[in-house]
C-alpha cells in the first residue's frame, strides 16, 4: 500500500535518470 506510493516514484525517477544518461542530457540535472 505505502510500498507502492514510495517504491513507484522511486522507480520511475531512476528511470528518467537512466534515460536521460542514455539521451547524454545533463539537462535534468539542472533542474
Known amino acids: ?3 507502492y506510493s514510495h517504491v513507484m516514484p ?3 525517477l531512476d528511470a528518467s535518470r537512466t ?3 542514455a539521451l547524454g542530457n545533463d539537462e535534468s ?3
Open 1 to 3: 500500500m505505502d510500498l
Open 19 to 21: 534515460i536521460d544518461l
Open 10 to 12: 522511486s522507480a520511475l
Open 29 to 31: 540535472e539542472a533542474r
